[in-house]
Antibody, heavy 123, light 107 residues
């Protein structure tokens, strides 16, 4: 299974922005993040899973959940094969673990998750 | 958006028990339903996809069934390693949505 490495924990003030990265690690991965869609899912402390959106590098299409429209940007840097999720205008309720989840196609289940990145937003 | 409702929210059971968790979708999602298991501090792990297909390496005591709007996850004989939180997810249409989770605890 492809190994995913996400960036480290972040502490931010309300109103700031955060950019979380996700990179394939290991030798000879089955796919690269430049080849497959990347989804992002978050989980607030003690809460359930919330799908945030996805980025398709084939056509650059992004699909964002309504809750994040205007505040989130998902992308892939093909030169470094790294997926990014940037969330702006942070609020305390954005405190959560953020997961990247590659997806090999439409209607593909989430079979491989990053280890998660804790983003803490506090005054 | 498709709303996913899981029941129960908490389930107390003993090793060896057979347990069933239910997930109801607010509209038909075909067979595009997955189940995940999550342990504290860990990322979710895919157990079942497309309603009833077991992901690689998942023990056969886990099974899924259902269609349309009603789906179930069954664990035939609980093992100590099974106690965790379980989530259903529809991936029929965007936005993909998850159930609120079922916490399976040791009785």
């Amino acid at each position: 299974q492809v190994q995913l490495a996400q960036s480290g924990a972040e502490v931010k003030k309300p109103g700031a922005s955060v950019k979380v990265s996700c990179k394939v690690s290991g030798k000879d991965p089955e796919y690269t993040l430049s080849e497959v869609s990347s989804h992002w899912v978050r989980q607030a402390p003690g809460k359930g899973l919330e799908w945030m959106g996805s980025f398709d590098p084939e056509d650059g299409e992004t699909i964002y959940a309504q809750n994040f429209l205007g505040r989130v940007n998902m992308s892939v840097d093909s030169s470094t094969d790294t997926a990014y999720m940037e969330l702006t205008s942070l609020r305390t309720e954005d405190t959560a673990v953020y997961y990247c989840v590659p997806s090999l196609g439409g209607s593909w289940p989430f079979d491989n998750w990053g280890q998660g990145t804790l983003v803490s937003v506090s005054p | 958006d498709i709303h996913m409702t899981q029941s129960p929210s908490t389930l107390s059971a003993s090793v060896g028990d057979r347990v069933t968790i239910t997930c109801q979708a607010s509209q038909r999602i075909g067979s595009w339903l997955a189940w995940y298991q999550q342990k504290p501090g860990k990322a979710p792990k895919l157990l079942i996809y497309k309603t009833s297909s077991l992901d690689s390496g998942v023990p056969s005591r886990f099974s899924g069934s259902g269609s349309g709007t009603e789906f179930t996850l069954t664990i035939s004989s609980l093992q100590p390693d099974d106690f965790a939180t379980f989530y259903c997810q529809q991936y029929d249409s965007y936005p993909y949505t998850f159930g609120q989770g079922t916490y399976l605890e040791i009785k």
